[in-house]
């Protein structure tokens, strides 16, 4: 369509209607409100007379866009759509620079009392990764301003499904940059940030960005998104190996992500605007869809809550160890997950990647990750897949000494004693489990963290082993005794230079053999 001038000094409504314009002014008196299913864009730049009224509205599945391809000037409006208190939203200010006693003031008897702190304050405020209580809760008559692309945690009055929060401030039209942190917090490496533009984004645009972005630790290359879900782990996790191409991130959506130790910026490029023709809520449940055409989605069900993990089969980008952008790993709460298959990080991941031909090959198997009390009944069954019809894929129980075809059946289990890592339970293609000892200690992983000078071993050793540390010239450093009745041994390695060495774990029907770097 042609775009032309538009000047609006009566009143203008936008129902499911549609306006490109290559300059905009909204004249003192007039009035352009535009519909959840509206938008508006402006070729080159747009003027707007501080008189006049922009107003761009939501509802829970539906955002309005206001696209401005130039600059903008004077106040607009956004009303965002925000979860009530009883499962609380992530969000950005749409439009940025106001004061947020100016922002409380204007959205009066909406916003929840706060959950945190002493009840006069408000259930609205920014992630502070330097403190145990993670959120900060604002006052009504806080001089805070709310900034653009920085994120923050609201709720509005319980016994709604929600309500629309009135932000009055600039419409950004460049590249926003957001400053990242480390804190000093049980979650210091946290940062909640979110969409600064008064339009959608496109979210593998965004992953695409965070992924060269040096800020952010390789090993949770990923958008965490919060769906408020009471029944599930809240939290989904969305990079290269599940993004859909055809979903968006709407305006004023907030999501974690996590920084390394010295971290500097990211930034939310204008490139990544999009307008959207289709309704989609501000939360992720039932958003996204795999890009990879065979997947496995773990599930671990106990009374109250349950939890996913998934597995991808992508080639090339799919590798048995770490790969940045498509593995990825889990926020703190989850419990379950999987480790890498190898070169471990000794992390939880929500996320693993993993070649195609994996499918076939049996010389492996992928460590599950388990929170579980004891005496607490809990089951294990794949809950989604998409995978050859010929492909199969066994649970080993390495306590109980059994295999089950996880492909069609579930596992429900009690443990005797609590289960807090890896260990007991492994996924792999072939039932030659326990009778196959050359592979049995692929289910044993060993790293060094960049944290201690500690080494790891995780898993179950079939019986008494030695460790043995080698340098690359072959020569042995140290041995260690590792009893088989423990499942995780902590090694004392500080005596160890830094450096590149060879690991072997044997014992008198097992071997594993690995390098790593201890720092």
Do not use: C
């Amino acid at each position: 369509m042609k775009t032309s001038k538009f000047k609006v000094s009566i009143i203008i409504t936008l129902f499911t209607f549609s306006v490109y314009a290559q300059n905009l002014k909204v004249a003192n008196g007039g009035k352009l409100y535009i519909s959840p299913n509206s938008f508006v864009f402006v070729g080159a730049d747009s003027s707007i007379d501080s008189n006049g009224e922009l107003i761009m509205d939501s509802v829970s599945d539906d955002f309005s866009d206001f696209y401005v391809v130039g600059s903008s000037s004077g106040s607009a409006e956004y009303r965002h759509f925000t979860a009530s208190a009883d499962t609380r939203d992530l969000v950005s200010p749409p439009v940025s620079g106001q004061m947020f006693s100016d922002f409380a003031d204007k959205n009066s008897g909406k916003i929840s009392t706060a959950t945190l702190s002493v009840n006069t304050n408000l259930l609205y405020g920014p992630l502070d990764n330097n403190t145990s209580s993670y959120y900060v809760e604002y006052s009504p008559d806080s001089s805070e301003t709310l900034v653009a692309a920085k994120g923050y945690r609201a709720g509005t009055i319980s016994g709604t499904d929600g309500q629309t929060l009135s932000y009055e401030g600039d419409v950004n039209t460049v590249d926003t940059d957001i400053l990242l942190t480390y804190g000093q917090g049980q979650f210091k490496h946290n940062n909640l940030i979110g969409n600064p533009f008064t339009t959608h984004l496109n979210t593998e645009n965004v992953l695409q960005d965070l992924i060269t972005n040096n800020s952010i630790d390789s090993r949770y290359k990923a958008m965490y998104l919060y769906d408020g879900s009471t029944s599930s782990f809240p939290w989904k996790t969305i990079n290269m190996a599940n993004v859909s191409t055809e979903k968006l991130l709407t305006p004023g959506q907030g999501f974690i992500v996590i920084a390394t130790p010295s971290p500097s910026s990211f930034t939310f490029p204008t490139s990544a605007r999009r307008i959207s023709l289709l309704e989609q809520d501000n939360s992720i449940q039932g958003r996204y869809s795999s890009n990879s055409s065979s997947f496995l989605e773990l599930r671990l069900t106990k009374e109250s809550i349950s939890y996913t993990t998934s597995i991808y089969f992508i080639s090339p980008s799919g590798t048995r160890g770490m790969d940045a952008g498509y593995d990825a790993g889990a926020l703190s709460g989850s419990q379950l997950g999987t480790h890498l298959v190898e070169g471990s990080k000794g992390i939880k991941l929500s996320i693993q990647t993993l070649p195609v031909e994996d499918f076939i090959t049996t010389d492996y198997s992928i460590p599950i990750d388990v929170t579980v009390a004891a005496g607490e009944e809990a089951t294990l069954s794949f809950s989604d897949l998409n995978i050859p019809s010929d492909a199969s894929f066994y649970l080993d129980d390495t306590e109980l000494n059994t295999q089950t075809l996880l492909t069609s059946n579930s596992y429900t289990f009690t443990p005797n004693t609590a289960l807090n890592g890896i260990g007991r339970f492994y996924i792999r293609t072939t039932t030659d489990t326990f009778s196959v000892a050359s592979t049995a200690l692929n289910n044993v992983e060993i790293y060094s963290l960049a944290s201690s000078k500690n080494l790891t071993v995780r898993g179950q050793l079939m019986s008494d082993s030695v460790l043995k540390i080698f340098d690359i010239r072959g020569r042995l450093i140290s041995s260690y005794f590792l009893e088989s009745n423990q499942i995780e041994h902590t090694i004392d390695v500080s005596s160890v230079s830094s450096g590149v060495y060879v690991i072997k774990l044997n014992n008198q029907n097992q071997t594993k053999t690995t390098k790593l770097v201890i720092n």
